[in-house]
């Protein structure tokens, strides 16, 4: 080795070092103000925490952060009646069938757009696509019109069927399913699978981070879903959570009920994320890369 390579290879050595600490120490310097934001994020839901487990009349700040007395009262009155069972009952089939339907119909739409080649592909898909562009609120009067007039109204498959077709999730899973080799679908040809066999065997096995992503969103999207459910549904026995919480809200109990009806309307946000959030850190972890 030359001297003159010899000299810019430890010219270049010694430069990181010298830069190392300064880039630890813009990191470091980065830890506090997103500790702040992050604190300032988690401050309304602990107040809503808090004053679920105060006393009807503590609404003041001071009293919510500081007041020792606690109760399970608040929780006990939420769940005095059926009412808010049925609720919960209705959000969960409303989410979770949802989930289930919606990623098996977008996971077999993925695969068709991204692996197999028929005629008119790519204009049916940038089509289907092109529904993103459309506010659900363009939308929302025909598509009730559609349902009353197929005797859906205030009932469970007339919430569910219309936000079957997702757009994004098909888009979403396209994008991953290419990633997938070829090769891998062509040895299973060759060995004689059918079609459905390697998209069970083959294709949902490697799309689970992208499938378990979909799951969060999914169900997050359904369970906190209000426009929908608050003009298709027109009785307590079909109504949501989210809709239930606002007619709740116009019998004007005391705030710190309300609070216990919200606090238990995050916990099963919180348990589909805890529950798939290695899947989703996975997918984040492998955006953009290709086999």
Request: aromatic fraction near 12%; proline fraction near 4%.
């Amino acid at each position: 080795m030359s001297v003159d390579s010899t000299t810019r290879t430890a010219s270049i050595a010694i430069g990181e070092r010298h830069s190392r600490p300064i880039v630890r120490r813009l990191r470091n310097g980065l830890y506090l103000p997103l500790a702040l934001i992050a604190v300032v994020t988690a401050v309304p839901f602990v107040a809503m925490i808090l004053l679920a487990l105060r006393p009807a009349g503590i609404v003041t700040l001071r009293r919510i952060f500081f007041s020792t007395s606690f109760t399970l009262e608040n929780f006990r009155q939420v769940f005095a009646g059926a009412t808010m069972v049925r609720w919960i009952a209705n959000s969960l089939v409303y989410a979770l069938v949802s989930v289930v339907i919606v990623l098996f119909l977008a996971s077999m739409a993925g695969y068709a757009f991204a692996k197999k080649k028929f005629w008119g592909r790519e204009a049916i898909f940038w089509s289907f696509i092109a529904m993103l562009m459309v506010p659900t609120q363009a939308t929302i009067i025909p598509l009730f019109i559609l349902i009353a007039k197929l005797n859906g109204v205030d009932t469970l498959w007339g919430l569910i069927v219309p936000t079957l077709a997702n757009a994004q999730a098909v888009f979403l899973l396209r994008q991953f399913i290419m990633g997938i080799p070829d090769e891998l679908i062509e040895a299973a040809k060759l060995d004689g699978a059918s079609e459905f066999r390697i998209y069970a065997q083959i294709i949902l096995p490697l799309s689970k981070p992208i499938l378990a992503t979909l799951a969060i969103f999914v169900f997050l999207w359904h369970w906190n879903d209000f426009l929908w459910p608050l003009i298709v549904s027109q009785s307590d026995s079909t109504r949501t959570l989210t809709v239930g919480l606002a007619t709740l809200q116009s019998l004007t109990p005391a705030v710190s009920t309300i609070m216990a009806a919200a606090a238990i309307s995050f916990i099963p946000n919180l348990l589909i994320f805890l529950l798939f959030q290695r899947y989703l850190i996975q997918s984040i972890a492998t955006t953009g890369l290709k086999s």
